[in-house]
Nanobody
Framework: QVQLVESGGGLVQAGGSLRLSCAASGRTLSDSDMGWYRRAPGKEREFVARSTGSGGSTYYASSVKGRFIMSRDNAKNTVYLQMNSLKPEDTAIYYC???????WGQGTQVTVSS
């Protein structure tokens, strides 16, 4: 059973940065298709970023492209989401997933104040 635990969320002013972490346990996820999603208040969950197995390719939602960077540290079985130039509309609960959505973390809250 794979468990994912997100951390790194918090309150930040617009223009600031945060780095989210998603630590996996249960098995090695170096070949797993992993992603970040978010759910803003009153909205549906939306795609943020995705890293294909072995980190071959990374994809981003247009709303975050150029501001967010997804990376993975296979030695630590952890993926990251570096979020820069944050905007109030980035406020949401951020979730990571593994195996193309088979496993999900519990989420971490990100709040961006204007």
């Amino acid at each position: 059973q794979v468990q994912l635990v997100e951390s790194g969320g918090g309150l930040v002013q617009a223009g600031g940065s945060l780095r989210l972490s998603c630590a996996a346990s249960g098995r090695t996820l170096s070949d797993s298709d992993m992603g970040w999603y978010r759910r803003a208040p009153g909205k549906e969950r939306e795609f943020v970023a995705r890293s294909t197995g072995s980190g071959g390719s990374t994809y981003y939602a247009s709303s975050v492209k150029g501001r967010f960077i997804m990376s993975r540290d296979n030695a630590k079985n952890t993926v990251y989401l570096q979020m820069n130039s944050l905007k109030p509309e980035d406020t949401a609960i951020y979730y990571c997933n593994a195996d193309a959505g088979l496993y999900w973390g519990q989420g971490t809250q990100v709040t961006v104040s204007s």
